[in-house]
Nanobody, 124 residues
Framework: QVQLVESGGGLVQAGGSLRLSCATS????????MGWFRQAPGKEREFVSS????????YYAESVKGRFTISRDNTKNTVYLQMNSLSPEDTAVYYC?????????????????WGQGTQVTVSS
């Protein structure tokens, strides 16, 4: 059974940092791109960041560029999202997702496996 399990969310003050983790099991995701998406209340789910299977290529939404860093450890089947300089606008449920093909994509429709999400709340 394929599983993606996010952790690391929580409540943080503006300007603070959080590190999200996504542990995968049931399938070897080390050969596939992984991504992070988020969904704020009343808004559509949106792309945040993604990483190629080697980790050598990373992509970011403009809104998080320079503040968030995605990385992966294929030996641990885990993807991370380091979030710095957080603002209330970053408040959302953050989802980890995985593709089942090697091609990269920033479109949520192209991701086949999803975690249950982890809540990130940034207070002002």
């Amino acid at each position: 059974q394929v599983q993606l399990v996010e952790s690391g969310g929580g409540l943080v003050q503006a300007g603070g940092s959080l590190r999200l983790s996504c542990a995968t099991s049931g399938r070897t995701f080390s050969r596939y791109p992984m991504g992070w998406f988020r969904q704020a209340p009343g808004k559509e789910r949106e792309f945040v960041s993604s990483i190629s299977w080697t980790g050598s290529n990373t992509y970011y939404a403009e809104s998080v560029k320079g503040r968030f860093t995605i990385s992966r450890d294929n030996t641990k089947n885990t993807v991370y999202l380091q979030m710095n300089s957080l603002s209330p606008e970053d408040t959302a449920v953050y989802y980890c997702a995985a593709r089942s093909t090697v091609a990269h994509s920033t479109s949520l429709q192209d991701y086949d496996y999803w975690g249950q999400g982890t809540q990130v709340t940034v207070s002002s």
